[in-house]
């Protein structure tokens, strides 16, 4: 069973700024490259995130350059999503989960951890 845990969602106000964090208790993932992604109330789960196992490549949806920053700390076997300008669009669920394909934004499991709670108040 995978063994992630999310952490760092909350309520804040649009322009606002959070971090999340991606625990991986089990020190199991520390070579895959892993994701953040996110599901709003009545759509479908879409990919915000991705980083290389060394950090080394990182991807972005557009819906979020510029204000989202991936980034992980091996030793720590964690990894972080920094939201910053946030908006209320960007409200949802928000999980990780190790991504795999050219451009890391597909997960390579189907198992999703209880995941973290973003909510932006305009």
């Known amino acids: 069973q995978v063994q992630l845990v999310e952490s760092g969602g909350g309520l804040v106000q649009a322009g606002g700024s959070l971090r999340l964090s991606c625990a991986d208790s089990?020190?199991?993932?520390?070579?895959?490259?892993m994701g953040w992604f996110r599901q709003a109330p009545g759509k479908e789960r879409e990919f915000v995130a991705a980083?290389?196992?060394?950090?080394?490549?990182?991807y972005v949806a557009d819906s979020v350059k510029g204000r989202f920053t991936i980034s992980r700390d091996n030793a720590k076997n964690t990894v972080y999503l920094q939201m910053n300008s946030l908006k209320p669009e960007d409200t949802a669920v928000y999980y990780c989960?190790?991504?795999?394909?050219?451009?890391?934004?597909?997960?390579?499991?189907?198992?999703w951890g209880q995941g973290t709670q973003v909510t932006v108040s305009s």
């Open positions: 089990e020190r199991t993932f520390t070579t895959y490259a």
């Open positions: 980083i290389s196992w060394n950090g080394g490549r990182i």
């Open positions: 989960n190790p991504t795999i394909g050219s451009s890391l934004a597909k997960p390579l499991y189907d198992y």
